[in-house]
């Protein structure tokens, strides 16, 4: 795989763990490192459950239903979080504010995350070998199954994906 293909494949998978779950993050009101720690699991979360409510209404699960279901998703996020906003506003105003972080703490989150990404990232190439190798581990042949079945029919049901891991009749 080239340099500039590994990039790109990184690239894409960042967005797509990081962007949909950010933009309903930042919209519910998350910022700065509480923002890039949900982002990843909205993601995982939004991901997970527009599938199923996609299914229902007979909607396929493509990128531009993902979108739209982020776009709303994002909209109800903002809503929820300008009335807890609102109403936690009341006792806050009482409450004293912590104050921002110094540069140290920053620079610290910021190694912990880089050493946590370096570490991860070794250990899954040394286990696949390389970036665009399947692994050979877990479910890994499911996974790969399932994505081709999700892409091929758009069907993100919850039974769905059975049909790629029944056997028999």
């Known amino acids: 795989m080239s340099p500039i293909a590994t990039a790109a494949t990184l690239a894409i998978y960042l967005a797509v763990l990081f962007l949909p779950g950010g933009v309903a993050g930042y919209a519910a009101g998350l910022r700065g490192w509480l ?5 990843p699991l909205l993601s995982y979360a939004m991901a997970g459950l527009t599938g199923p409510w996609l299914a229902a209404i007979g909607v396929s699960f493509t990128l531009t239903s993902f979108a739209l279901a982020t776009a709303v998703l994002a909209g109800v996020a903002f809503g929820l979080g300008l009335l807890h906003r ?4 009341r006792r806050q105003a009482a409450a004293e504010q912590p104050g921002p972080w110094r540069t140290t703490a920053h620079i610290a989150v910021i190694g912990c995350v880089l050493a946590a990404a370096a570490i991860g990232l070794y250990t899954v190439l040394h286990g696949m070998g390389r970036l665009d190798a399947i692994p050979q581990d877990w479910d890994a042949a499911f996974h ?3 994505i081709r079945y999700l892409t ?6 919850l039974t769905g994906m059975s049909g790629v891991n ?4």
């Not at 091929?152 to 049901?157: A, F, Q, V």
């Not at 029944?166 to 009749?169: A, F, L, N, P, T």
């Open 86 to 89: 609102r109403r936690s506003g």
């Open 35 to 39: 923002l890039a720690g949900a982002a």
């Open 166 to 169: 029944k056997y028999g009749d």
């Open 144 to 146: 790969a199954n399932g």
């Open 152 to 157: 091929e029919t758009g069907d993100g049901s």
